[in-house]
């Protein structure tokens, strides 16, 4: 409940409008709105105890997998923390958190267990290693892959090296 339904309207209204095709592009009605997100103040206060003040952003927002419909998404994961690469690692060493990545997933509609987009395998940011070739493909998800489910307003912060992937929605599109 970070933004208001207020904020969750005013958003998914520029989205609804055709002149918005590029999220954060200079000539859009939804331009300002999503700069805005980047620099929302609890978005800044955790980043800058998960990553440290002084953190950068990296990518502008973007819808995740807008146009997913059943058979359309991969069930492919990718990520995980094995191997470590420096620029995206997280790790707890000498008594200090270093996560150098971290994403930021705004939800601007409910999307409850089961309706699919984007899934994730809880801790496996803190593993040293590599996720099984049965959660990675979607052939089995030996009860590791979860479905954050979220209420239009809601920010989910994840570190980037956790194993994550978009599924399918199965009963239309969701704004996240």
Request: charged share 20%; hydrophobic share 40%; net charge negative.
């Amino acid at each position: 409940a970070v933004l208001t339904p207020a904020q969750v309207e005013k958003l998914n209204a520029a989205l609804d409008d055709p002149g918005s095709g590029n999220l954060v592009g200079p000539d859009t009605a939804a331009g300002e709105l999503f700069r805005d997100l980047m620099i929302h103040p609890i978005l800044v206060s955790y980043m800058n105890q998960i990553c440290s003040p002084g953190f950068r952003l990296e990518a502008l927002p973007t819808l995740i997998d807008p146009g997913a419909k059943a058979g359309d998404a991969s069930d492919r994961l990718t990520g995980g923390n094995e191997p470590r690469e420096a620029g995206d690692a997280y790790y707890y060493q000498n008594g200090r958190r270093m996560c150098q990545a971290v994403n930021a997933a705004w939800a601007l509609d409910d999307v409850a267990g089961g309706d699919g987009g984007l899934v994730l395998v809880p801790c496996s940011h803190k593993s040293n290693v590599e996720t099984p070739p049965d959660v990675v493909t979607g052939d089995g998800d030996m009860g590791l892959v979860l479905q954050p489910e979220l209420r239009a307003g809601d920010l989910l912060l994840y570190a980037n090296t956790l194993a994550l992937g978009v599924r399918p929605w199965t009963d239309g599109p969701r704004r996240l």
